[in-house]
C-alpha cells in the first residue's frame, strides 16, 4: 500500500505543474500591468475632462438662453394689457386733437419702445398664412388668393427667435364650400 501511495503525490504533482506554467503565462511583466493601469486612469481622466467640458458649455447656454428669455411669461401676460390699450386708442383717435388722444400716443410710443428693447417684435401679417405664425379665425370669400391674409383680428409677436402669440388672422377662401 505504500506504493500506491508514491504514485499519488507524483500524480497530483504532475497536474499541478502545467498549472503554474499556465499562471506564469498570464502573469504580466509588473511594468506592462503599471503602464496599463496608467493607460487605463489616462483614458478616464481624458473622458472625465470632456464630460467636464461640455457640461460646463450646456450650463453656459442654458444659463444664456435663461437670461434671454427671463421676461417671456411677463411679455406674455403684457399683451393683452397691449391689446385693450390699442382699442382705447382707436376709440380716441375719431379726435386726434385732444389731451387724451396725445398723452395715450406717448403711451404707446413707450410701449413700443419697452418692447422693441426687450426683443419683442410684431409678427408681419402681410402676405400669405404661415400656420406657425398666424391662428386663421375665419376664411371668407375673396379674389385674392386661397391663403392670403385679408385682415389681422389680433396681433401677434415674438420673443427673439420665439413665437409668443400667433397673429389672428381672416384668411381668403377661392371658392364656396358645396
Known sequence: MQQDEP??????????????TAESAVELDPWEQLEAEASKWKELSLR??????????RTARERE???????QRLLED???VIDNFEMGMQAAAQDT?????????????QLAEFLFNQGVEEIPVTGQFNPNLHDAVSQELSDQAEGEILRVTRRGYKLRDRLLRPASVVVASASSLP
Open 65 to 71: 438662453e435663461a437670461i434671454r428669455y427671463a421676461n
Open 78 to 80: 403684457l399683451l393683452p
Open 48 to 57: 472625465t475632462a470632456a464630460e467636464m467640458d461640455n457640461l460646463r458649455k
Open 7 to 20: 504514485q499519488m503525490n507524483e500524480e497530483t504533482e504532475a497536474t499541478e505543474a502545467p498549472q503554474t
Open 97 to 109: 386733437s385732444s389731451m387724451i388722444y396725445i398723452g395715450m400716443d406717448m403711451v404707446r410710443k
